[in-house]
């Protein structure tokens, strides 16, 4: 509390409102805070878990002129915690005034742990103490609880008539063998401590039966690292002139783009009003775009592994996890950096400086070619535009990026890094479900599934969505030899016909498209998401995990647009028992032809340990794109400027 306190008196920055979408400021956090706990009414033990900008209306927000008055709303969840009550609020920040207070049975917040008086460490420390943990623990030969991490792991809801009600998590334990060094190293299997959030107790322990603790080390960090490779030289990125982009607030003007930055507790980055000069006039393509939910499923069923499904944005909360990055190793080069006003439990607003990083990236070549005849060579270097953030969940970490390119494409790109979670065996079993990185220590198979957010607004709010597959065209008269084939159309009329799946081998992708506008060629201005690697879940249909976690189950999902709808699995997915979020929204099948849509895009990724992921792991990609198609009426990038910079330190002319 008192760090945040001091925080205010330095924060000046980060306060001037100048845009309807900038996200609230540090002390518009405080201030809301203020008026609920002045105004609502809903006692004493409140906790907040969401304050967030309540967003004004499209419409408000497209004829928003510099300028213009700016109405400031807030969103705001707290917990009163005695209670057992969760209440949404709505609060405007002129007038003060609370406009909205509702109760909302029946659901559960994401997580909180402590309370007014207890900070996350200090109710870490209470659970550590607990009688009965110091108990499981010396069955086990542990006598030193200070060692020990609890790691606070969603509870799921698998039906159990004793949870209903309560706030609940699975505290899951390592042991470290000194106070630095690498905890997931040395799982206590077997044990799981079931806390009650609200009542900062622990209300039992499931103990599944004593496994040896893992007798190695799976140190990382540069304190054990005994020696160094040698033969690295330096790189030195420079920008003699500066980088090439403008920043206004959160607004970021990158040669044709143009764009907004925003954050949010739970999504993390925010993208915001995505357009492209053309021509001199600036095309709209995205109108927002967000990690909307993930979710990690577990694929052991031994113990209570199976209740191992966390989503980490709704659950969680991404933009809460964010790293402050550090020049030199997050990013390099000319770097911008955004700090994040976010809050604690208490509502006291506190800041993430540097949690996103913004920089330009020289990506290889955008294009070339060399006239045979001529020996004309003509090449352009390309280079992209990089927002990202990046976030640590217990044992994880996740990077968030986007990239803009000079030829209007924009790739979304998760890199998954961090530590595998680790479990124990007994010495000489061989796991079924998972891969033994280390005597005794199994890392379970699993799978990360991220649901993309894309507002769209191509050339315009309203759009069409069309499936196109690359289809072998039948021998016949037409096709006699057998070569021919040609792609196949297919629009998706309502929200009941989207939830598609990739298909690579159909080469399928699916086009956004403005049938009021067209191209040089008279064909509709189209945007396309390509996919990249995907795949769907490894958990059958009626399993828990899928129900809570429906978005899983297909690639492509359509739907009109509709403010309340953010979250691929609903609002409040923590315990839920499932069925809820876009299989829900879908059964509506609100007409998707020519209307305002959002398109949700999930990308899945299969986890299957390697002992080289142990014990840090070098970074996974997964990700996918969203390209012009028909959008330019030729090749946008013909007007980047030939590179002359030749600075191998040979002297040659290197391209790649
Ligand atoms: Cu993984």
């Not at 008192?2 to 306060?15: G, R, T, Y």
């Not at 959030?197 to 799976?218: H, S, Y």
């Not at 890094?417 to 796991?431: E, F, L």
Request: glycine share 8%; with cysteine; hydrophobic share 35%.
């Amino acid at each position: 509390m008192n760090k945040s306190k001091k925080l205010s008196a330095e924060v000046k920055f980060n306060n001037i409102i100048t845009h309807p979408l900038d996200p609230l400021s540090f002390d518009e956090i405080n201030k809301i805070s203020e008026i609920v706990k002045a105004k609502s009414d809903l006692g004493k033990e409140l906790l907040f878990e969401t304050i967030m900008l309540l967003e004004p209306t499209k419409e408000k927000v497209l004829s928003f002129k510099k300028g213009d008055h700016i109405d400031r709303n807030a969103f705001v969840v707290v917990l009163n915690f005695k209670e057992e009550k969760i209440y949404e609020l709505e609060i405007n920040l002129i007038s003060e005034k609370i406009h909205r207070c509702e109760f909302i049975p029946n659901v559960q917040p994401a997580f909180i742990f402590g309370d007014l008086e207890m900070d996350f460490n200090e109710w870490e420390s209470k659970m550590k103490k607990d009688p009965k943990v110091i108990e499981a623990l010396k069955k086990r030969g542990i006598t030193d609880p200070d060692l020990l991490q609890i790691d606070p792991w969603p509870i799921s809801n698998f039906g159990n008539k004793d949870e209903e009600g309560k706030r609940l998590a699975i505290g899951r334990c390592w042991i470290r063998r000194e106070p630095e060094d690498n905890a997931y190293a040395r799982p206590i299997e077997g044990l799981s401590i079931i806390l009650d959030l609200n009542k900062n107790e622990v209300v039992d322990i499931q103990d599944f039966g004593t496994v040896p603790i893992p007798p190695n080390d799976g140190n990382y960090s540069q304190n054990y690292q005994k020696e160094f490779r040698t033969d690295l030289k330096p790189i030195e990125i420079t920008q003699p002139e500066g980088p090439s982009f403008k920043v206004d607030g959160n607004e970021v003007k990158w040669q044709k783009w143009n764009l907004r930055i925003g954050f949010t507790k739970r999504e993390g980055l925010v993208i915001h009003t995505v357009g492209y000069e053309d021509n001199g006039k600036l095309r709209p393509i995205l109108y927002r775009a967000s990690l909307s939910e993930m979710i990690v499923p577990y694929g052991d069923p031994t113990n209570d592994h199976f209740k191992k499904q966390v989503f980490d944005a709704g659950e969680v909360g991404i933009g809460k996890c964010a790293n402050s990055l550090e020049l030199g190793c997050d990013c390099l080069g000319e770097i911008r950096y955004f700090d994040a006003s976010l809050f604690d439990i208490r509502g006291n607003a506190t800041l993430i400086k540097n949690a996103i990083c913004m920089h330009e990236e020289d990506y290889g070549i955008l294009w070339k070619h060399t006239d045979t005849r001529t020996g004309e060579v003509e090449t352009r270097r390309s280079r992209r535009l990089v927002i990202s953030s990046i976030v640590t969940v217990g044992n994880y970490e996740y990077g968030f990026f986007w990239y803009f390119y000079q030829d209007g494409g924009i790739e979304y790109e998760v890199k998954l890094t961090g530590i595998v979670n680790s479990s124990a065996v007994p010495p000489g079993v061989k796991p079924k479900h998972g891969t033994l990185v280390a005597p005794q220590v199994v890392a379970h198979n699993h799978q990360h599934f991220f649901n993309v957010r894309l507002d769209m607004m191509v050339d315009g709010i309203e759009n069409s969505v069309y499936e196109v597959d690359t289809i072998l065209d039948p021998i016949s008269e037409e096709n006699k030899h057998g070569n021919a084939f040609s792609t196949k159309k297919t629009l998706i009329q309502n929200e009941g016909e989207g939830a598609r799946i990739v298909d690579p081998f159909a080469a399928r992708y699916w086009t956004i498209s403005n049938n009021s506008k067209k191209n040089y060629m008279g064909e509709p201005v189209s945007y396309k998401i390509a996919p990249g690697e995907n795949l769907l879940p490894f958990s059958h249909k009626d399993s828990v995990v899928n129900k809570r976690a429906g978005f899983m189950n297909a690639h492509l999902w359509v739907t009109q647009f509709n403010n309340k709808e953010l979250y691929a699995s609903g609002d409040y997915p923590q315990q839920h028992p499932g069925g809820d979020g876009l299989p829900k929204w879908i059964q509506s099948k609100r007409d998707t032809k020519d209307k305002d849509l959002v398109v949700w895009y999930t990308l899945g990724h299969n986890h299957i340990p390697r002992l080289e992921d142990w014990p840090v792991m070098p970074v996974a990609y997964i990700g996918f794109s969203i390209k012009p198609s028909g959008f330019f009426d030729k090749n946008p990038a013909l007007d980047v400027p030939p590179s002359n910079n030749h600075s191998c330190s040979s002297g040659c002319n290197c391209c790649n």
